[in-house]
């Protein structure tokens, strides 16, 4: 049974849903254009008909990008707004697993992946730093349309994915709360009526191990079923030069199932499940300081920069005990469509749950006079409810809805280190000597076998928050003539929050038994006037001392209203130009960390212009879009060192305004069938309008550390009737610019802070598949390479211990990955 044809254009429908399934404005990839036109006929009723009927072959090469739903067809080109795609296709020649391993080729977002349960988003220059379950990012992730609210479940390994879609510029109105930096939309396949299967097995370096399989099983005329699995295991790229366990690999395994029934002709259900487990070691932290092999010793202080290592070069010793990253999540999404005469509704029923564990080391040594470990354990649960309605006429498209989504989130932030680690604090910051050790050695002197060193000590912080999310909205796309469109909309948003903390008192059960010891045999008052001093100094937290045992709760509720106007006016069949007014807005929230602290929502506003243009006789698209944005009390977490009087360091919660102006560009040509080339490039200028470091530095005006220029090209040539198939290379290409520094970089490890390495430099990455593939593309066999020049980069310095063991520790970027795949289809 098929569905009949909605009255609603299919493009608002899915736009104003929120599925942005037809919001493939301005970066359109050509790989898309590729898919589209290989499955899609040509859409004679688009836009662009009149002027590429001349010249049909060539239309279907170019220009012709169609997204398709339900048997409805729209063009791209018409719709203003400012996107890329990244497609099936583009996925599967860059061999990617997440959206992390590609986002360097979509110019203006950085995805931060280097602990996959806990990723940050960056988009226009807006990102928002993970600082526990108190907080959102700033660019909303949403699969099918559902939104993924806490980090530890918005980056998962691609399974079955049909396309992403990165909208650029907030997008308040249609997707809601926490999309002011923008919206990043992955859309999975859904089951089809014809019963086909696909597994593909990659083999590479480093150990890599990657499969992936599906099968789609029609049941019967209205019924059907589609599952896939995938598997992705390596072995690492670097190794602990003491223990050789390797860090930098991955194990990670999912499942999808998506079952689709047609109840009626007017009335669709689909109904998925996800789940994936991941398992593997943590970010590798390679030391920076030159050390011994005699764990006992301690680090030069303060540390002097100009004896750093490379860490490029540099070997790894971690010894965090009960190292690992693990992360399992499961996922239900429910959606019932049904069309009237007039208009549909969709319901959309979703439920999300996550646990994850990450234990890594903070100190980059093996040393037990400094070893330092951190963790983040969270659960997660949430459901989400929303109701669109939708219909059109002559005069208007419009939807209107209402939504309502509600979160309990737990988390316990760790920091575990032990007794001869606190010794060094003590010598380092408090300037005191090593009591522990002087006391330790005065009781041997003593003949007393008592020793205070080297036993556990355990801090956390407990925090459970429980939201809810109330949204009306409504959107109209006014037709004003043939040629010229207003769209006005409004969503209004009221966030209820509550939010706990509770600093637990530390935990040190074998030092303490050994006081306890101590006390007993009355030892303890024979020892000096400081010696006691020292010991009740640690008889209390010492790496979270403020509101130990208190539990501290704090509820808050915010209102707001982001709306959005748009004009559009075609000045010829294929050219469009566009001007947008947009509000963004992100929920306020709470530091996990830093008891009783609240920030306040965040909000933007972004003007745009930009034209979309195509000529059909040189097979040539040109995309331009301009914009300025103000972005208000946006929040990022900025080690503070003036926390490190006392103990180790903290993370605070900072709070600036910002301001930034960039151009985006797209062409897309494809002068032959066989030969396509594209470019995405973008300029940003991103300053500070009012901010003040930590440390008190104004950076006024100062550049908030974006890079001006990022770009990515791409170049496809296929070569027909090649041992019965077909023969494809493709070259892609990124740039990435560098950091701009201001007051504040060096101390958060943004920017260079030794002679002997740099930091925050331009990055290239250059990518190429060389493949074959038989008639019908049955089955094929591919060579690929990911950073086949092997370019490798230090992405960060971090402080944390450097102000207390002297021990900085840096992160750098994975080598060149390559391999062979084989794939098969029926």
Known sequence: MTMRPRPLSVCLRRLLFGGTVCLLGSHAAVAFADDQTQQTPPDTSSAGASSTAANPDRAKLLGNVTVTAQSRTQEVQSVPIALQIVTAKQIDTLAATDLSKMDIFVPGLVVDASQPTQPTYELRGISTSNFGVGTESAVGVYVDGVYAARSGGALLAFNDIARIEVLKGPQGTLFGRNAAGGAISIVTNEPTDKFEGDARVRIGNEGQRYADALLNIPINKDMALRLSVLDNQSDGWIKDAATGKEYGGANQWGTRAVYRWNITDDTRVLLSWDHEKLNQAPEPAIGLIPLSNDTNQRAPFPADPTTYLNPLHAPLYNDAIGAAETRRFDGATLSIDHSFSWGSLVSTTAWRGFDTFNRGDYDGTNHVVTYLDTTNVEHNNSWYQEFKLTGNNDLMDWVSGVSYYQEQARQQSQTNTNTSSLDTLAQNVLGVGTPLTDITNGLAAMGLPFSLLGYPWHEAISNDGNFKAYAAFGDVIWHVNDKFNITTGLRYTRDEKDFSWYNMPRSAPAFDGVIAGLNGLGITQLLPPQAQMALAAFGGNVIFPNFVGVPVSAHNTWNNFSPRVVADYKFTPDVMGYVSVTRGYKAGGYNSVEVGSTFAPETVTNYEAGIKSLFPDQNLLLNA??????????????????????????????????????????????????????????????????????????????????????????????????????????????????????????????????????????????????????????????????????????????????????????????????????????
């Not at 006024?700 to 001006?708: A, H, I």
């Not at 494809?728 to 701009?740: C, H, I, T, V, W």
């Open 625 to 826: 879009s301009m914009y300025y944005y103000r972005y208000n009390n946006l929040q990022s977490l900025a080690l503070d060192p003036n926390s490190a009087g006392s103990a180790v360091p903290v993370y605070i919660v900072n709070s600036s305004n910002q301001e930034a102006k960039g151009l985006e560009l797209e062409a897309q040509w494809r002068p032959i069938e066989s030969f396509r080339i594209s470019f995405n490039g973008a300029y940003i200028d991103d300053t500070y309008r009012n901010a003040t470091a930590p440390d008190g530095t104004n950076l006024d005006g100062q550049p908030t550390g974006t890079p001006k220029f990022s770009a990515a090209a791409s170049l496809a040539y296929t070569w027909h009737h090649v041992a019965n198939g077909d023969v494809e290379f493709d070259l892609s290409q990124a740039y990435r610019g560098k950091a701009r520094c201001n007051s504040d970089s060096q101390v958060q490890g943004s920017c260079n802070i030794s002679p002997n390495f740099q930091i925050g430099t331009s990055q290239q990455r250059t990518d190429a598949r060389l493949g074959w593939s038989a008639a019908g593309d049955r089955w094929g066999v591919a060579l690929y390479g990911t950073n086949i020049f092997n370019k490798r980069y230090v992405t960060g310095v971090n402080n944390i211990s450097t102000s207390v063991f002297g021990t900085p520790f840096a992160s750098i970027s994975p080598p060149r990955v390559y391999g062979v795949e084989l794939h098969a289809k029926f």
